[in-house]
Structure formats: structure tokens, C-alpha cells
């Protein structure tokens, strides 16, 4: 082998290894244009929504109430109690089953007129309104936790990304 080719062989060696070294050295530093996608979540927004609710129920009320003392039912009570304990008897013992009588049929009249008026009652259909609060959750966007050399960040995303994101000028494209 001649020693110009010996010469020129080795020259081109260490050209094409020197010419490597710096396209490995630019491609080392050169920027990075995706940014590895770690993790994605859903992010959501609750949100309470109150809204009133109507409903119609039958309502039982009582009559207003007249005689509050019960006077009519125990003084009818009297004075059939009384008659009826008129009929028993003669004399002094007669005298004595009467007003027994009387005061029975009065005690009674008055409970028999407490318990009609206790029953005497009419219905009426009332609306009645309340507030309930539903709750609602809306999608928000995307919480993005990503790789970017050696940094770890996370960024809130309108749409879900893929494996990657786009850098540009050294920062992650979110749009």
C-alpha cells in the first residue's frame, strides 16, 4: 500500500469520526420537541344546583268550635239525666235519684258534645313548596402530568393528549 493512500485513508477516518462527534454532540444538546405524557386525569367542577319542589296534600282541619265550654251538651244531658232519674224512686229518694240523674246526663251531654265537635271537620288540598339542591359534575379538562428532560410538571388540558406533547422553543404546547 502506498503512503499517500495510507495518509488519505486515515485523514478520511478522522474527518468522518470528528464530523460524528459534533452531529452526536448537537444532537445531544439540540432542544427537545415532544415532552413524554406521564399521566392524564379527568378534572371536573361540582356544582350545586338548587331548585324548589311543590307538592299538593289533603289537609284535615277542624271546625271552628262554638260552644268551647260544651254549655248546650251538658245542659241537655241535665235535664234528661234528670228526667230519666225523675222515673226511679218515690219521696225524698226520688229528689235524690234526679239530681244524681241530672248530674250524670250532664257530664255526659258534655262528653258526647266533645266528641262531635272533636270530629267535626273538613279537608282542604294545600301546596307546599320546598328547596332541594342537586348536585352536578361537569368536565373540565384534563390534568397532564408529563415529562420534559429531566423536569416533571403537570398542565390542565381542554382535550385529552396522546403519548406526547409538542414542544416549541423549550415550552409545552397546550393548544
Excluded: W
Amino acid at each position: 500500500m502506498n503512503k499517500s493512500m495510507l495518509v488519505g485513508a486515515l485523514f478520511g477516518v478522522g474527518i468522518a469520526t470528528a464530523g460524528a462527534g459534533v452531529a452526536g454532540y448537537q444532537m445531544m444538546n439540540a432542544a427537545p420537541t415532544e415532552a413524554e405524557v406521564l399521566k392524564v386525569s379527568e378534572a371536573y367542577k361540582t356544582t350545586q344546583v338548587p331548585r324548589e319542589v311543590c307538592e299538593d296534600r289533603v289537609v284535615t282541619h277542624q271546625k271552628p268550635v262554638q260552644d268551647q265550654n260544651r254549655i248546650a251538651g251538658s245542659a241537655l244531658g241535665a235535664v234528661v239525666g234528670g228526667l230519666l232519674g225523675n222515673q226511679v224512686g218515690g219521696g225524698s229518694g226520688k229528689k235524690l235519684a234526679t239530681i244524681a240523674g241530672a248530674a250524670a246526663g250532664g257530664y255526659a251531654g258534655n262528653q258526647v258534645q266533645k266528641s262531635m265537635q272533636e270530629k267535626d271537620t273538613y279537608t282542604t288540598t294545600e301546596r307546599q313548596c320546598h328547596t332541594v339542591t342537586d348536585t352536578r359534575k361537569d368536565l373540565v379538562g384534563y390534568d397532564v402530568r408529563y415529562r420534559l428532560g429531566e423536569q416533571v410538571a403537570t398542565v390542565r388540558m381542554e382535550r385529552k393528549p396522546g403519548a406526547t406533547l409538542p414542544v416549541r422553543d423549550g415550552q409545552v404546547v397546550i393548544d
